[in-house]
């Protein structure tokens, strides 16, 4: 099964990374581009059946290690591959 | 006074500390690998800088479940000195023995500079000997050291004069122009409210051997091994 924990920075957190992609788009002519938040997505194959279980596991391990709540947001969400 | 000076996989300023501690300041000094748990019978731990686990993640967010670092949890539980710098003390935020985040650079650039500090408080293990006027200079050499908390947190660090380390203009101004990273209050190092773990991101121990130019950051070291020495 695969289970998908998107972290995000927070609202009203800096996002520099966001802020140079959103003048890059700019330049390049999209200009109804309003704000740009980069964040990261981390795939986890895992092993079991039980969706409800592996989502709950997910998010145990999105508060652990794979987010910081100073900073960051995240949700957690079945993969693709796990969704039919 | 026994050192111990921690190395994980992508430390990559241990030997700066080793040196500085053994051959400038006469200590005896151990390196300690990151899967060691054992720290008894010394007196003070120091987490260089570098990459700990490439940054992967965040900095420090991998380094920080190493076994050693419960051990370091430990051993500042029973009051003895702990001491991060750079990636050190993104390490200890990490596993929140001290409080924030360092986040990117504002200007997304790593900065390699020499910095003037303010030192905000002489009463502390780690700053007994500042020098008058409380300016000092030394080298910062980073890409993520935007310091930051959530308003609510950072009063309360305010509030218990928890920031030893601010970043400020040569002579001495904490100020917007003295900031060279966008940290949040200019907060470039902080300790715990039982004063016994440091964390900063200037590199004092790249500041202490007259042979490299200046010795503005030798003072933290004296002070350490001072109050070690007289307690």
Known sequence: MQILVEVMPKEGILDPQGQAVGHALHQLGYREVQSVKVGKRIVLEVEGDDAAEALKRGREMAEKLLHNENVEEFHVLLGEESAS | ?231
């Open chain 2, 1 to 231: 006074m026994k050192w111990g000076v921690l190395v994980f996989p992508g430390t990559n300023r241990e030997q700066d500390a080793v040196d500085v501690l053994t051959r400038v300041f006469q200590q005896d000094v151990q390196k300690i690998w990151h899967d060691t748990t054992d720290l008894s019978g010394l007196d003070a731990v120091m987490l260089p800088g570098g990459f700990s686990y490439g940054d992967y993640l965040r900095c420090g967010a991998i380094a920080r479940f190493s076994p050693v670092m419960e051990a370091v949890v430990d051993f500042a539980k029973t009051g003895r000195t702990v001491f991060g710098v750079c990636n050190g003390f993104q390490i200890l935020t990490e596993c929140g023995l001290l409080p924030g985040t360092l986040l990117r650079n504002k200007s997304l650039r790593f900065i390699n500079a020499m910095q003037p500090l303010h030192v905000e408080r002489t009463d502390t293990r780690f700053t007994s000997k500042a020098p008058e006027g409380r300016v000092v200079t030394v080298p910062i050499a980073h890409n993520e050291g935007n310091y930051f908390l959530p308003a609510d947190d950072l009063k309360r660090l305010e509030d218990r004069a928890g920031v030893l380390f601010r970043y400020c203009t040569p002579k001495g101004y904490v100020n917007e122009a003295g900031n060279p990273n966008g940290s949040v209050n200019n907060i470039a190092g902080v300790i715990n409210a039982a004063g016994n773990v440091l964390g900063m991101m200037p590199h004092p121990e790249n500041a202490c051997d007259p042979v490299i130019g200046r010795t503005d950051g030798a003072f933290i070291f004296e002070s350490i091994i001072e109050e070690l020495v007289f307690s």
